[in-house]
């Protein structure tokens, strides 16, 4: 029997299903689905309109380009096993796994010759082969994919580009327009310290995987009753196919850096990241996507450990995070610099 590596974290994609009454479904990618030759040529790649999440061309070997998911808060790229079975990927040894729902053993998959045409590397890799429909696409990628690289994403212009990372100018003064956050680094993904809750300290791990923000029971229970709206459970699907009931509300007063967020659509779940991160005791966040399109542009620098926020041109009028839950406006970023 194979010894297994220390279980593999993948944060992504906790898929809400809408409201336990009257949500609606998300759509899910064709697993035969693949993007035009063009769509590679450049740097510059245009955001994925799957969902509020983002997907970039990725070539296997000779094959694609197949639309995969960028996700920040998982360590390893993902492969669905409707892809691997159409490219007829050597299997590897199943590894742990630990998704929104648990930890649970799945397959992995040896992809050979995987590239992103703006990075211009190719690299084999050992990837968790799971469900098209779970995952939301035909693959993700993680942190082994992206650990050396910037990852910029201009939401204003709709375009996202991946890049080597540079040695970081500390000459450099930030714009007006821009908030600049060094973070720690756990397991590959990095964590924002600078962040609070009226005065209280909470931990952030930037999640582009994830089209909801969540939060766990030590937040919540350091915010109190009073200050949020009235919860309602929604019901969210991880990458490996089981579900969880997150109660979805709004929270004020949340700061990070020098950004003071009005409110900011939280759900609440003390689910399997946070212990994975030591974060149970903590007031924590998983940042998704919903909160990050409230930014203009958002910078991911890994090497450097360096987040860059690019406030709205006008950031007196209210900005939604474009929150796929009924009747949820979403966050709104207030003057905080």
């Known amino acids: 029997m194979t010894k297994l590596a220390r279980p593999l974290l993948l944060l992504p994609l906790l898929l809400p299903l809408g409201a336990v009454a009257g949500g609606r479904d998300l759509a899910t990618q064709d697993p035969d689905m693949i993007a035009t030759e063009s769509m590679i040529e450049g740097t510059l790649l245009a955001l994925g309109q799957l969902d509020t999440r983002l997907t970039v061309p990725v070539v296997v070997g000779n094959k694609g380009p197949y639309n995969f998911i960028i996700d920040t808060g998982a360590e390893r790229t993902v492969v669905s096993r409707e892809l691997a079975g159409s490219l007829r990927l050597n299997a590897g040894n199943p590894i742990q796994l630990t998704s929104m729902t648990g930890v649970s053993m799945v397959n992995t998959v040896v992809v050979p010759d995987l590239s992103i045409k703006s990075i211009g590397q190719l690299h084999t890799v050992i990837a968790p082969s799971l469900g098209a429909r779970d995952l939301g696409a035909v693959g993700l990628l993680g942190i082994d994919t992206l650990s050396k690289h910037q990852v910029s994403i201009d939401f204003d212009a709709g375009t996202m580009t991946v890049r ?16 600049v956050i060094t973070a720690k680094s756990l397991f590959g993904q990095l964590i924002v310290t600078d962040a609070y809750y009226a005065g209280t300290r909470i931990q952030v791990v930037l999640d582009t995987g994830s089209q909801v923000t969540m939060g766990n029971s030590a937040l919540r229970k350091r915010v109190g009753r ?34 003071a967020f009005g409110t900011m659509p939280v759900a609440f779940a003390d689910v399997a990241p946070f212990e994975r991160f030591g974060l149970t005791n903590r007031p924590a966040l998983l940042l998704g996507m919903d909160a990050l399109r409230s930014f203009a542009r ?16 006008n950031v007196r009028r209210e900005r939604t995070t474009g929150s796929l839950i ?5 966050s709104s970023p207030g003057r905080g610099y």
């Open 326 to 330: 009924p009747g949820v406006e979403g």
């Open 164 to 179: 080597p990372s540079e040695k970081r100018d500390r000459t450099r003064a930030p714009r007006r327009d821009e908030i």
């Open 226 to 259: 009073g200050r949020m709206k009235k919860a309602f459970p929604i019901q969210l699907t991880s990458v490996t196919g089981e579900r969880a009931i997150a109660d979805y509300t709004e929270v004020p007063d949340i700061r990070v850096g020098r950004l």
């Open 298 to 313: 958002v910078d991911i620098d890994f090497p450097n450990r360096q987040v860059r926020f690019t406030m709205p041109k």
